[in-house]
């Protein structure tokens, strides 16, 4: 059972996420990525500790950690690596990420963000030794290429003359976030979830609200959006990121990290939805086909 709720806490991950991405097109409109990524972090931060500190907090642990053998004890070397997971994860791979879609297209960005999941299979595979069987490989190759036709509209998009050092870029911060999420391995079994997720987001979005104050970046927002900013930072980075560490605990960092590809197809779907944006039967196609990636992982884990 308890690897079940593992598979579905990595879907609704996923899915938070893809509704993050596609709510982030309306507020990019008005802040520079940066000082989206900064405010959402700092928010996330506030309400986790705010649940930290809530009388609910002990209720919510006891739901979370049911039939779980979890750690109350955070080590130095827990938080050393909490602190390599914010930095990674919440500040050098944005970072990095950004600088390498200001030199290459949108859809070519997508679909190297793709190189993610082999970097969190290679990672989990030679360092962390988690266990994958050949029916994984099957399961891993299902999520890939569907996450690589979902992001490239069937390959219709995908131009090959592009800025080298620019993909170069979005490669690098895919390294970084697989880094972020193979390190929450060794923090996935922490009692204190709250506490350390908390922690980490304020890691992250201090740092970046620095580099937004030193680049002289504005964050005025119109007050009608202000509602937008606060459903993202409170519930999609806030829960996604409770979520991604329950993920990892129960059915590890390889298949949580693989599972997560399926964003861009919730992403898609989102904003047909909402944004009215085209939905091609092809795209829905390659979404059966990452679930059907999603279920033999599940099913080879049992």
Not at 116 to 135: D, G, Q, R, T, W
Request: a positive charge.
């Amino acid at each position: 059972m308890n690897r079940l709720w593992g598979y579905i806490s990595a879907i609704m991950v996923a899915m938070l996420f893809g509704v993050w991405f596609t709510l982030d097109k309306t507020l990019l409109g008005y802040l520079h990525p940066l000082v989206l990524a900064a405010s959402t972090y700092s928010l996330a931060s506030a309400f986790l500790f705010f649940i930290r500190l809530s009388p609910l907090h002990h209720k919510i642990q006891e739901i979370l950690h049911r039939e779980s053998n979890v750690e109350i004890q955070i080590s130095r070397r827990n938080y050393i690596t909490l602190f390599l997971t914010a930095i990674f994860g919440a500040v050098i791979a944005p970072a990095l990420y950004l600088n390498g879609l200001n030199q290459i297209t949108a859809v070519n960005a997508a679909l190297l963000s793709n190189v993610e999941i082999l970097f969190i299979i290679l990672i989990s595979i030679l360092f962390l030794k988690e266990n994958v069987k050949k029916k994984d490989i099957v399961g891993f190759a299902f999520l890939l290429i569907g996450a690589i036709f979902l992001s490239t509209n069937n390959l219709q998009n995908l131009s090959f003359n592009q800025n080298l050092t620019g993909s170069l870029w979005v490669v690098s911060a895919c390294f970084f976030w697989s880094m972020d999420i193979s390190l929450s391995k060794f923090l996935s079994n922490k009692s204190d979830i709250f506490f350390i997720t908390g922690l980490k987001c304020a890691i992250g979005g201090s740092i970046l609200f620095l580099i937004c104050l030193t680049l002289g970046l504005s964050f005025s927002l119109p007050l009608n959006l202000l509602p937008l900013l606060l459903f993202i930072g409170l519930v999609c980075m806030s829960f996604s990121i409770v979520l991604i560490y329950l993920a990892i605990r129960e059915i590890g960092s390889t298949r949580t990290g693989s599972i997560f590809s399926t964003s861009s197809l919730f992403g898609a779907v989102f904003a047909f939805i909402v944004l009215g944006e085209p939905l091609k039967a092809s795209q829905l196609l390659f979404g059966v086909l990452m679930l059907l990636g999603i279920l033999i992982l599940y099913k080879d884990g049992d």
